[in-house]
Each structure stands twice: as structure tokens, then as C-alpha cells.
């Protein structure tokens, strides 16, 4: 069963602050996705990473930065964090190839991060 | 800009009552259609997905959809709903060959026993 797993469940930071978000899975998936989730708005596509070191934007990549050194592994950056980003974020993973966006994706529990 | 919508955001049913979930999508060309649920306290998981072939789709748990091209819609439907089906529903959509997979705004369905 694929595990993606999310360092953290909660977290607490300052206005300002750069915060690193961590997710990492265990079965060699290609495509790995950061969405945030807020009530009324659904998912929506922060960055996504097809492989190693490739990165795209997504819906909403404004104050947000990613890194993929490794193919498991998939980090969010906030470089200055802001009350708006108040949010819950999702990890997700998928074998989809590259643009065929057919096989199911595989999320981790998520992050709830508040920003004061 | 593709867009897909969920049309209650809130739905409350007794055990046992019938259930449709609706969901429209903006996109014209050949799609993907899937639905995702969200049980309290765990992750997102797929419920049923629809790419070609016979409209009416079957997932797990006693869920079906039914795509109807010329509406542009994507219905979840269960004929009997249990108290353990309470959950956020989504609706998502992408593009045949499209860069991203658009999720509507979810629905909350609370089923009372």
C-alpha cells in the first residue's frame, strides 16, 4: 500500500518565518503535488514535480517554493510566511506519466499550519 | 479556465436515504473525471474515477457515477447511505493529456442515524 507521509500534523509559526514542509513516499512514484485545502475552495495545485529537480507551478504558486533533490522526497517552502497562509496542506503522489494525469493520487494526511 | 462545481456544499441525510452528489465541469474536450472522499481524521482517498467506455462507473463502497457528456456532469450517487459515510466528497477533473488534475470545492455530507 503506498505510504505518503507528511513530517508534520500541526504546525505553529510566525508571521515572516520560513517554514519548510516535508513528504516523503515509499513507492517510487514519478509525479509528487503540493495542494492546500481551504474550506469552501476545494484543492488547488500549489506546485507539482514530474522528477528529480523539475518542478512546475501550479494554480497558486505566489509565496511558495519547492525542492526535489530526491525522488522520494518533496518539500514546500514558505519563504516569508503570511497570515494568509493559514491553511491545510496536502502531499500527494501519483505513477501518472508526465501530462496523463489518469492514475490516482495518493495523499498524506496533511498539514495544518497556522501563521500568527 | 477550467472549473468544476459542486453544487451543495452541505448535505444532511438520514440512514438509509438515497443520494446524489452533483458536479459540473467547464472543459469541452475529452476528460478524466474522479471522485475523491475525505473520512474524518484520515487522508484523501479515490472513490471512483471515469476515463472512456460505459458512463455509469462503480467504485468502492456501494458508490457509482454517471457521466453524461452533454450536461457536462459527473453525479455520485449511492442508493442507501450508511451513518459511516459521512465525509467531504470531491469532485476532480483533468484534461486528457491537460498539466493538472482541478478539484471542485467539496461537499460535507453528514449522515444521521
Known amino acids: 500500500d503506498v505510504k505518503v507521509t507528511q513530517s508534520s500534523r500541526y504546525l505553529v509559526k510566525r508571521t515572516g518565518e520560513k517554514v519548510f514542509l516535508e513528504c516523503v513516499q515509499d513507492m517510487d512514484h514519478e509525479n509528487m503535488f503540493w495542494y492546500r485545502q481551504d474550506p469552501g475552495l476545494g484543492l488547488r495545485l500549489i506546485y507539482f514535480?514530474?522528477?528529480?529537480?523539475?518542478?512546475e507551478k501550479g494554480d497558486i504558486p505566489e509565496g511558495y517554493s519547492v525542492s526535489r533533490e530526491k525522488k522520494e522526497r518533496f518539500s514546500l517552502i514558505l519563504e516569508s510566511a503570511s497570515t494568509n497562509q493559514t491553511s491545510m496542506y496536502l502531499c500527494?503522489?501519483?505513477?501518472?506519466?508526465?501530462?496523463?494525469?489518469?492514475?490516482?493520487?495518493?495523499f498524506g494526511n496533511g498539514t495544518r499550519l497556522t501563521v500568527t | 479556465a477550467q472549473s468544476v462545481s459542486q453544487h451543495n456544499h452541505h448535505v444532511i441525510l438520514s440512514e438509509a436515504a438515497s443520494l446524489e452528489l452533483g458536479c459540473n465541469y467547464s472543459y469541452g474536450g475529452t476528460v478524466n473525471l474522479f471522485w475523491y472522499v475525505q473520512y474524518p481524521g484520515q487522508h484523501l482517498q479515490l472513490l471512483l474515477k471515469?476515463?472512456?467506455?460505459?458512463?455509469l462507473v462503480k467504485g468502492i463502497k456501494g458508490f457509482e457515477a454517471e457521466f453524461i457528456k452533454s450536461k457536462f456532469s459527473f453525479n455520485l450517487r449511492k442508493p442507501s447511505v450508511q451513518w459511516s459515510d459521512t465525509a467531504e466528497y470531491f469532485c476532480a477533473v483533468s484534461r486528457e493529456y491537460g498539466n493538472k488534475l482541478v478539484f471542485g470545492a467539496g461537499t460535507i455530507l453528514r449522515v444521521k442515524s
Open positions: 471515469y476515463f472512456s467506455g460505459d458512463p
Open positions: 500527494a503522489s501519483s505513477q501518472t506519466r508526465y501530462r496523463e494525469w489518469r492514475s490516482p493520487l495518493h
Open positions: 514535480s514530474y522528477d528529480v529537480k523539475m518542478k
